[in-house]
């Protein structure tokens, strides 16, 4: 009999010194880090399904104009506010003040081109104070199909975008955050601590920052050098001294 299942887009090609984020699944770090940092207010920019939702146990703000969840999304929380809408609007609003009195804990997932996590980094800042954290997914692309900015199924099943740029912006442009790139897969997470609410170098410079880097392929940069500036560091390794929100505050 005729297979008609429809075919799967081949394995994708990787030129050599490609990163790959091969450490524990995010979805546990997530956990891990909800677990040991308690943040009294988690944003969840990009919520999608709900897997990363409902790994968070405490007091929740998640925002998506396109919320496909499954499962209980709820759990123990205290309490959860969805937002259906985009980000963009949802920091517009002025909505997150209105819920929390300073968010803990973010996790940025929403749409993966460089300027929507850009913004979204931005306006997130300036609602956490110094012991917060900021995390960023997709940093690691899987291969160079998955890094465009175009989603192409036929050739990436999982897809990136362009968000791999944003290492470059917050090392040249906010030396002064402590930001790692850790290793779990399958597309990495960027950690983000020693926040600065009132710093505006980033939105001052959004738009040049955004024209600069619009056109850069990954090509063009260079995956070993994307390495070489990410200095991708194991999980493991990095955790234990991510796990303490008094230790920063
Ligand atoms: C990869 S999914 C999120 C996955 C989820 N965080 C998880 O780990 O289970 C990305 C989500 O971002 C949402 N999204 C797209 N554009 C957005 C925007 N402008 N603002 C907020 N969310 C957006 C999409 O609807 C989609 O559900």
Known sequence: MADIRAPKPEKPARPAGWPRARGRHYLDVLEHLH????????????????????????????????????????????????????SEAFFASGKALELAPRIDLAFIDGMHLFEYVLDDFIAAEKLCDAGAMILLHDLVPFSPAAAEREWDPERTKGWSGDVWKMTLILREYRPDLEFKVLNPRPCGLGVITGLDPTNSTLEEARDDIVARFMDLTIEEFGARKLCDLMQMQDVEEALPGLCDREAAE
């Open 35 to 86: 677990l040991t940092r308690r943040p009294d207010w988690y944003l969840e920019i990009g919520s999608g399904r709900g897997h990363s939702l409902s790994r968070c146990p405490g007091r929740a703000i998640a925002v998506d104009p396109d919320f496909r969840l499954t499962g209980d999304v709820m759990g123990d929380k205290p309490e959860l506010h969805l937002l259906r809408q985009t």
